[in-house]
């Protein structure tokens, strides 16, 4: 099948000193909202996602996966349970196991039978259950997620692929368990996310205000004074990570499918992990990751995660491939995700558990 590619797209592959690049200009909108960088034209040309199943992942497998701090972990799984080689699926800050939607229709069909395919949401996401304030760190996300493993993938390798927090909490994994990683993982994928240095840029930075401020100090001395926090917080954050997710022309209705997820995550949530995130250094895990295959890729226009962030990491990683989408800010999974699907199937190519590639005429695409 063809790749359909997005008006405005371009890329930027780098590996082993080796550069291709290819850009198209972007289409011009009616009005161009500007914010902090990134620039989302409204309105769009075309709605090409008008039709789109957004609730694909619902039709799959679901199960749970208790932590060792009691919190329930909601997971959908596809594919065979006996499959060569499970991948597994973290999302990102404000984000569901959903933003995997396009990763899910496409990739599903291409690697059949090869791959089984799992996804969770993490704990105080979408239908995962509430934490503790104190358990919302990256390094118990990297605990969370080796318990995933443990519970859906006992046996049998593995590949992880993160994007921005979720990326976090596979190199949170990678730091505490390198003998699960030696053991069982072939390949990494690490999606608009950093290694450390989160601070003194992206969101961070965005989100440095007075009313974040007094509400994370509530949630953790006066929890009666958060509902009434909750609002003016929100009128805070939500237009923050709303106009980051995109860059250029998008789908209206691939809009509407990320706000909803912004939207739908619980205020208590976002403050939990922000303090998280400004404390994140996972740099013990770049050794545990040296000699795997790693994909790296981030959008030239992330205010969320530098993309001077992804360089970072593949200075560290040996055996990376660095993947610049020119045209893309944070959510570029889902704005650009016949690029992305290409690159994670590169990713297991490389990793030895799935062929070579078809040729350019049969790329993956919906």
């Not at 545990?288 to 992330?302: E, F, R, S």
Request: aromatic share 6%; glycine share 10%.
């Amino acid at each position: 099948m063809r790749q359909r590619k997005p008006a405005g797209y371009g890329t930027t592959v780098l590996r082993g000193g080796l550069a291709t690049a290819g850009a198209v200009g972007a289409l011009a909108g009616v009005h161009a909202l500007r914010r902090m960088g990134a620039r989302v034209l409204w309105p769009a040309l075309r709605d090409e996602y008008r039709d789109e199943n957004f609730a694909l992942l619902e039709q799959d497998r679901a199960g749970a996966v208790l932590t060792e701090d009691g919190v329930r972990l909601a997971i959908r799984e596809c594919g065979p349970e006996d499959a060569p080689v499970t991948v597994i699926f973290v999302h990102g800050f404000c984000n569901t196991m959903d933003s995997f939607h396009f990763q899910r229709r496409d990739l599903e069909k291409h690697w059949g039978a090869r791959v089984r395919m799992v996804f969770f949401d993490l704990r105080g996401h979408g239908g995962s259950g509430t934490p503790a304030t104190e358990s919302c760190t990256v390094a118990q996300l990297g605990r969370d997620l080796a318990r995933v493993i443990e519970s859906r993938a006992p046996t049998g390798p593995v590949a992880l692929v993160g994007h921005s927090l979720g990326g976090m909490a596979v190199l949170a994994a990678a730091a505490q368990f390198p003998d699960l990683f030696a053991a069982r993982v072939l390949g990494v994928g690490l999606l608009s996310t950093a290694a450390a240095e989160v601070t003194s840029a992206g969101i961070l930075q965005l989100l440095r205000n007075p009313a974040v401020d007094g509400f994370r100090l509530a949630v953790h001395t006066a929890p009666a004074l958060v509902q009434a926090g909750r609002a003016t917080v929100r009128h805070v954050i939500a237009p923050i990570l709303h106009v980051s997710s995109y860059h250029g022309p998008v789908s209206p209705t691939l809009s509407r499918f990320t706000t909803m997820m912004i939207d739908r995550t619980p205020v208590e949530t976002i403050v939990k992990f922000l303090k998280a995130i400004e404390l994140h250094d996972e740099s013990d895990a770049l050794p545990t990751l040296a000699d795997l295959p790693v994909l790296v890729l981030g959008g030239a226009h992330d205010v969320v995660i530098p993309f001077r962030n992804s360089r970072a990491l593949v200075d560290a990683l040996p055996n990376s491939e660095l993947v610049r989408l020119d045209d893309a800010a944070h959510m570029a999974h889902l704005q650009y995700p016949d690029i992305v699907n290409a690159a994670l199937d590169r990713l297991l190519v490389r990793a030895g558990v799935i062929e070579q590639p078809a040729p350019e005429s049969e790329v993956l695409g919906g």
